[in-house]
């Protein structure tokens, strides 16, 4: 080690045990993180920590059997498999966190809330199977999507003789980044519903002195009303990166569905191959069915019904649908809102 090197060095154990940390020794600032233009400017991109990952429906259906056998009882906690990313101490992403749970029959998952904003995609459920959020009674078919937003008074049933199972997806990560994880439990298993009447086309009565508990918002979606919607976007033609693809958003502002995370339905045509991008927002992909891959720079995941799949933030990427003859259809979440809150949302397409 030369003398600049054992002064450098020196220099970084004082600042170290007064913890003071220089900008040279911050990551981004690396040489390795940094390019170059040939006129000299030097350029830094995000370099993300998540991997490309692929969690199979198969194991996680043995998982999810498994956990019912051994916890028949789930008293203390959710009966929940979470989708840990390799590349993270926690999380599906950076700012996600995504999984699967699974209630057994006749079994309620009791009423809280939380700061923590959160979603069912519903996977394997019957006629009886509902969330109650807000006092507001949702029912949950195969790939309804139901929102459980930040503070809103939630708890799941299942009165139906198999189990019941859909994806979770939360902003647990970006709410811990932010220390500000509040949690509540109502102090009875289930939480009282509200008498409100609801009239075709969607007009709602609410008896003359009850207090709203909550903004009236869309706490439900169908999946019949979402696949008829890709059916008729389908004729305007397909993204030549996401296929046909339509967001769910709040009809009453035209906002993404929830405050943190985005929610979106696609269709990949037969022999769809999209066009490579990449994103500032990260993403976990659900498929509902049919069969494709996903190619990265390093590495791919082929994908098929009932997978999920994790894609980093500002990573090269392309969808591709396996079959000439039949649609893949994902369901999509990302943490754009995060992103666009702060005007920092960005994204590049190639050709």
């Not at 154990?13 to 233009?37: D, I, Y």
């Not at 999984?99 to 459920?125: K, S, Y």
């Not at 009239?199 to 008829?228: F, I, N």
């Not at 995941?301 to 079959?323: E, K």
Request: aromatic content about 8%; some cysteine.
């Amino acid at each position: 080690m030369d003398e600049d090197a054992k002064a450098l060095d020196a220099l970084e154990k004082l600042m170290a045990t007064a913890h003071v940390r220089g900008q040279w020794q911050v990551g981004a600032n690396r040489p390795e993180n940094m390019r170059r233009s040939p006129d000299g400017r030097v350029f830094i991109d995000p370099a993300p920590q998540a991997k490309p990952y692929l969690w199979r429906w198969d194991v996680m259906r043995r998982i999810l059997d498994g956990a019912c056998v051994v916890l028949p009882e789930s008293e203390t906690a959710r009966r929940s498999l979470l989708y840990m990313n390799p590349g993270l101490q926690r999380g599906t992403t950076q700012t996600i966190w995504a999984g699967m749970q699974v209630i057994q029959p006749g079994e309620i998952a009791w009423a809280h809330r939380h700061t923590v904003n959160a979603l069912r995609f519903t996977i394997d459920t019957g006629d009886n199977v509902f969330t109650v959020v807000d006092g507001e009674v949702l029912p949950m078919r195969p790939y309804d999507l139901i929102l459980t937003p930040g503070w809103c008074w939630h708890d799941h049933h299942n009165d139906t003789p198999k189990p019941a199972i859909w994806l979770d997806v939360l902003d647990v990560p970006f709410i811990g980044m932010i220390n500000q994880n509040y949690y509540e439990e109502l102090g009875e298993t289930v939480q009282d519903r509200r008498n409100d009447t609801a009239l075709p086309g969607g007009a709602v009565l609410r008896p003359l002195g009850e207090t709203p508990v909550r903004a009236a918002r869309t706490c439900r979606y169908g999946w019949d009303e979402t696949r008829a919607r890709l059916d008729t976007v389908a004729g305007q033609g397909a993204d030549p990166c996401d296929g046909v693809a339509v967001e769910y958003v709040d009809p009453a502002t035209g906002a993404s569905a929830l405050a943190t995370l985005a929610c979106y339905a696609q269709m990949l045509p037969p022999g769809f191959s999209g066009h490579r991008r990449r994103r500032g927002a990260s993403a976990v992909h659900f498929v509902i069915s049919g069969e494709g891959k996903i190619e990265f720079d390093d590495t791919t995941l082929d994908f098929a019904r009932h997978d999920g799949m994790a894609v980093p933030n500002w990573t090269w990427h392309r969808l591709v649908n396996a079959s000439t003859t039949e649609p893949a259809f994902l369901f999509t979440v990302t943490d754009r809102p995060i992103l666009d809150a702060f005007g920092l949302y960005r994204e590049q397409t190639e050709p």
